[in-house]
């Protein structure tokens, strides 16, 4: 799962009537079109290090940018604007936009169980008795302190955990 830049588009910011920040897009062009010259160009990506060592290409391709989305493929050939006038419903169509492709990569692929991980881990760093030998001890324990206070019950004791899971007997011979 990757995204891919189709086109880029500068913006045109400049404050409106009532003092806040208007955004227009100015036109497209397709990335395949200036990949060849931004592929050359370098720029510094990190304010604490000053080695140019990505290419705006490097910048573009490995989604190191914050972006808005504005234009989505739709039967009207609108932008998002067009479609929602008001910024409060363009941000919801922007917010829900996003919410789709990160539910979609977050089903694409199938995540480790943490609870599982959790129980795996602990029982590698300390082995655990079997739960059935440990009910079978602890009640031996307790018919054992009942058969001592009884007069003719013999004591109990627990029986050898056994060695392996399989059976004794062949079942194919029966």
Known sequence: FGTEVLAICPMRVWEGDYGEPMRTPMFWVPYENIRPYISRSFIMTSNYNNALTYTADDFFQLNMYEGDIIKTVNMMNQTLAQQFPDSAKLRNAQDSIERQLRDFESRLWLQRDTAKTVTEAK????????????????SANTSASKSASGSNAKAATPKAPKASASPSRSVRRR
């Open 123 to 138: 029982s590698k760093q300390e082995p655990k008795a079997n739960a059935r030998n440990t009910a079978t001890r602890s």
